[in-house]
């Protein structure tokens, strides 16, 4: 990855230069970039067959009443999707029907 030293933006290879969003341009360094990291080539396309597991053991489950079955535990996990000064986004599925939900904190 390489960052734009004017703006900060993530810069992308065009023509031998890194080219950021906002226009500016560095030269491209080869000594540099053979030390770069890629993820090109390491997407996964293989399905995991989670329909053996036992819910139980699919992470941590909480009492939460699902808002389309009415059942009372749901896993859940948190992700931050807003800044970092926001608290994290909750995000539900319900044991029983599998319905997906979230919650957030205003």
Request: hydrophobic share 25%; charged share 35%.
């Amino acid at each position: 990855m390489e960052f734009c030293d004017d703006c900060g933006s993530l810069m992308t290879p065009q023509d031998g230069v890194w080219v950021c969003p906002n226009g500016h341009e560095k030269a491209r360094d080869s000594e540099k970039e053979k030390s770069m990291v890629t993820t090109e080539g390491q997407e996964s396309s293989e399905v995991v067959d989670m329909s053996d597991v036992d819910n139980a053991d699919i992470g941590p489950t909480t009492k939460a009443i699902c808002p389309k079955c009415g059942h009372d535990v749901a896993r859940y996990e948190m992700k931050q999707i807003r800044s970092a000064d926001e608290s994290e986004t909750r995000f539900f599925t319900c044991v029983e029907c599998d319905h997906k939900w979230r919650e957030d904190d205003h």
